[in-house]
């Protein structure tokens, strides 16, 4: 499992970024997604969506071809992305599309590619770090949470989308999932002692995105000796 997926990860970060397909862009999106109704989930407390407003992004197909979007969100629930185009809410399907690259709320770059975590091949998942012996990776998972309560004599079912974002990192060959705290993701990395070491002189937490990119490329030096 492990060297068909590193393979595949390689052949996603090489993609070349100019080749022209024999269909138009807004013809292949078409027959490579279907229309969703957008109030589908009117009864559910919460938001599925990975980002708080659609943005524009960069799909790339298994002919390797690009294609750019104005309007693009990651649903968390479904693990597939959808758009808008022409007053529609669309889904796209996910084995159609080997990279996505778009851009979090921070205006940071975000690279998704489907099915390079072994762990959740029909799921994509985000690249957080890539390095010589450290590859860390996000599924940004969401599950509908249901609670019965009683109200007044009634049985209310309550319904909420919960985000539970997963980190799993390839360190030296082996995958392995990262918590992320300053106590545990030292010993995920394979490194307790000089990680923790590194995380309390510069005050980092895990939980930040620039932090946790610095503690992946440590450990990573760290690797490469």
């Known amino acids: 499992m492990f060297v068909p997926t590193l393979c595949r990860l390689l052949l996603v970060l090489c993609l070349p970024l100019g080749l022209a397909g024999q269909q138009t862009e807004a013809e292949y999106l078409l027959t490579s997604s279907r229309e969703v109704d957008p109030n ?24 390797l071809n690009r294609y750019v979007v104005d309007s693009l969100n990651f649903n968390g629930f479904t693990s597939q992305f959808e758009y808008r185009a022409n007053g529609e809410l ?19 770059p975000h690279i998704y590619a489907f099915g390079i975590n072994p762990k959740f091949p029909d799921k994509y998942a985000e690249l957080i770090y890539t390095g ?20 007044v004599g009634k049985t209310v079912r309550l319904r909420r989308f919960n985000p539970k974002p997963l980190y799993y990192a390839f360190v030296d060959g082996e995958l392995v999932a990262l918590r992320m705290s300053a106590r545990r993701l030292p010993s995920d990395l394979g490194l307790k002692g000089p990680v923790s070491r590194f995380i309390k002189e510069h005050g980092l937490d895990p939980a930040r995105r620039a932090d946790l990119l610095r503690i992946l490329q440590y450990a990573d030096d760290l690797y490469n000796g």
């Open 90 to 108: 669309r889904e796209l399907a996910n084995r159609h599309f080997l990279r996505v690259q778009t851009t979090g709320d921070a205006g940071e």
């Open 40 to 63: 589908r989930y009117r009864e559910v407390r919460g938001d599925p969506y990975r980002y708080s407003t659609f943005r524009s992004g960069i799909l790339f197909d298994g002919a």
């Open 132 to 151: 010589d012996f450290v590859t860390a990776t996000l599924v940004y998972d969401v599950i509908n949470d249901e609670k019965v309560v009683q109200d």
